[in-house]
């Protein structure tokens, strides 16, 4: 068995190469298209973890419940703000 180091540098080696591959994209340039292609809307329920931050009712940013009191999301999606629980909608309404 090769020492455990070894194995742990050829998966960050390829792991490298395939991000590379993936992130191709120019610095500064965005995507041609702001869809998923081939995105299918879930049903609701189906990803329990998952929400939508929104503001007036329009979508901002998702996130995922990461305890009953806590949600993770991405910074640039927040700002210095504060965001209050103001509804809970369970269903796609």
Known sequence: MP??????????????????AVCSTDCGSGLNSSRALGAQQAAPGS????????????????????????IVTAAHCVGLQSWKLGRVCRDSR
Do not use: K
């Open 47 to 70: 990803w329990p973890w998952q929400v939508s931050l929104q503001v007036d009712g329009s979508h901002r940013c998702g996130g995922a419940i990461i305890s009953p009191y806590w």
């Open 3 to 20: 020492p455990r180091h070894a194995v742990n540098s050829s998966v960050m080696t390829s792991l490298a190469v395939r991000l590379t």
